[in-house]
């Protein structure tokens, strides 16, 4: 329960939408123990210690409760390949030394005066839950229906990890990207740390008031929309929304009523992802875009009669059109 709409702002961002301090620091020392297991895998490929790579909402800090889910990437060792570059999502790599049976073991080959091995992305995820499979305490070892990862399921922890094996390729100018499963047994370019660096920079530069909104935003989208609205969409549009401010309000639920405001709309047009390398990822229906724009006038509607309430000190009745906006977990009067 709560006096006034910024106590129960305050309970509603530390007790039902931020993830606790002692959960995220055992979730991350728990991501750390797994990548030591894998990197003492013996039965997979030979790695790139150096270029695993954190990612997803828990890396980029813009996870809401609960934690489900960790992101991994798993470099594997890129001495005996050879890429054969063309677009974004659907790239080719091929075996020089033939020698390296482990790699060879992932290969579909093609017969001609040379013979050519093609390393398949399928095949190396297969490899990946073979060996997982095989650690301590793992519970179970699957493919991810995303077809990028395989998911990992330990019986001491309630969050599973997403595996994901990718191949580092530099550049001489430049940072570099990474290849990933595109589903198809062949590869696609991505960088997460682009996405990472996009958020982060984006928080510094508004006073680190950016993070919050982006977390209260994913969990209206949760509670207005359920699984069919990605959360990478809502965390792009807030970026979005960042980008074109030059402050952000120190109250979180104005933040919020200036986002809905300036986001009416602009769901019936193409959004470009972060890293600038999936091209618009607004895949949407057009009936779902009816749908989450006719939620944002509504809830608009509802946020802007909370304020008002809130400027003659009725805290009660703000209160309670804030609950038609965030549902039962938002903190009552009282």
Known sequence: MAKTVNGAFSYFMSEIVNLAKERTQKA??????VIDKINGLTDFLKLDKSRHLYFGSFARRTKI???????IMICIDSTDLMLSISGNSDIQITLKNTVNTALKACCDSTYGYYSTYILNSNKVKNRLKAALSGLHDCRKAELHSNQEAVTLEYSTYEWNFDIVPCIYVSEYFGQGYYLIPNGKGNWKKTDPRRDRDKVTNENRR????????????????????????????????VINYGKNRTSLNDYIDLRFIDFLTWVQGKIYGSIYDMKDMQGN?????????????NVVQQDLQNSNIA?????????KQAIEYW????????????
């Open 281 to 293: 990822i607004n895949n949407l229906t057009l009936d779902q875009k009816y749908k989450f724009n």
């Open 206 to 237: 508004l006073e680190g008031k950016l993070l919050d909104l982006i977390r209260l935003v994913k969990y209206w989208g949760r509670i207005s929309f359920g699984s069919w609205m990605p959360s990478y969409l809502l965390e792009t549009l």
């Open 307 to 315: 304020f008002e309430f809130e400027k003659k000190q009725d805290h």
């Open 65 to 71: 409760r609960p934690i489900d889910d960790i992101d």
């Open 323 to 334: 609950l038609k906006v965030f549902g039962m977990h938002f903190p009552i009067f009282g």
């Open 28 to 33: 991350r020392d728990s991501r750390d123990a």
